[in-house]
């Protein structure tokens, strides 16, 4: 029989954290399960850890390929899963045993849900809380609030239909093609909400590792891939295209500031004066307003400003993820998420027409 829940782990050169990853994958209470670890041509021992992992656990399967990038690894794990509902996870995360479980429980709660995703906590490379950030509590329909702000925030926090995502075309590899991989998963969640309802766990269950040679840790890069995700989007002929016009407005005005706080003047106003070409004066100000907000809201400030987190400095496992302190959204993304709220239920309906 099938199982209830095929796990892919996308690995490129991962033997540093591999091992801890597929502990925590093998650790779910969900036992019914296969994971299928697909190695992307990696130059380590990548391969040899997972095969020797899966010699203590016949879950585990193996998959190997020439590099690709990130979208192809997960694309073939899309391709060769058994179960109808899939869950990634990046080979440098965690997963509190839980996870997958309490992400069922919403799925048997509502069968006609696409996608559910848990929240989550930073780690460092030991696997030790760096921050709880605030927990994302958006969903239903949540299309034109993903477009604005991503509400899930990682690739390793969601669980979703794999017939769906395979109709139209899973994980996309233009990002790479463009030079620009890293936003894959948002893009594929995008593609996800136009067409159906997200669910949340709103629990800290996901261990999301910042580590300084991560691409996700490359802020510039990770811009410049939302900023293509998005332009991809509009040449797709994506539903609510002035949101999805105004969102990479905002995330160029972003760039622009980080590229004058590194001194590359003549890339900040290249971006500037772009962002103000691809929208209309009446958008400015909600333009700079998410630009400049998202550009100041680094790590230090943030957690300059949270309360006191009683699991910092606890292993990820050890912090029970139901203790976890209540953070309150920055002010700008509220702003977003209120003024769009009170459209997603006509975007719903439209989205139901035939």
Not at 277 to 297: E, I, N, Q
Request: charged share 25%; proline share 6%.
């Amino acid at each position: 029989m099938n199982p209830e829940v095929t796990v892919v782990v996308p690995a490129f050169n991962a033997s540093a954290t591999l091992r801890e990853t597929l502990a925590s994958v093998s650790a779910q209470t969900v036992r019914d399960i296969e994971i299928l670890v697909v190695d992307d041509g990696s130059t380590d021992d990548t391969a040899r850890i997972a095969r020797s992992v899966a010699a203590d656990d016949s879950r585990i399967r193996l998959l190997c390929q020439a590099n690709a990038g990130v979208a192809a690894a997960r694309n073939a794990g899309l391709k060769a899963a058994r179960a109808n509902l899939v869950a990634p996870i990046d080979a440098d995360d965690l997963w509190h045993p839980t996870n997958l479980h309490k992400q069922l429980e919403v799925f048997r709660r509502d069968p006609e849900l696409a996608l559910v995703y848990s929240n989550f906590r930073l780690i460092d490379m030991f696997g030790a809380v760096i921050q709880t950030p605030p927990q994302s509590t958006v969903k239903g329909w949540v299309y034109l609030r993903h477009l604005a702000h991503n509400i899930v925030g990682n690739g390793s926090a969601l669980m979703f239909r794999r017939d769906l995502a395979l109709g139209f075309g899973g994980y996309d590899s233009r990002l790479r093609q463009a030079g620009a991989e890293g936003c894959e998963d948002y893009l594929l969640q995008i593609q996800v909400a136009r067409r159906s309802r997200f669910g949340v766990v709103a629990e800290p269950l996901v261990g999301y590792r910042k580590r300084r040679d991560a691409m996700s840790a490359d802020t510039a890069r990770m811009l410049l891939s939302r900023i293509v995700a998005l332009t991809l989007l509009e040449a797709d002929g994506a539903p609510a295209p002035d949101i999805i016009r105004d969102a990479k407005a905002g995330v160029r005005v972003a760039l622009a500031i980080l590229h004058a706080r590194r001194g590359a003047l003549i890339r900040s106003l290249r971006e500037v004066g772009q962002a103000a070409l691809d929208t209309p004066p009446a958008s400015w100000p909600r333009v700079v307003d998410h630009g400049v907000s998202r550009a100041t809201r680094n790590l230090r400030n943030r957690l300059a400003r949270l309360p006191p987190d009683p699991s910092l400095q606890l292993q990820f496992l050890d912090a029970a993820p139901e203790a976890a302190i209540h953070v309150e959204q920055p002010a700008y993304v509220r702003r977003i998420l209120g003024r769009l709220a009170p459209l997603e239920q006509a975007y719903a309906f439209n989205s139901a027409k035939p």
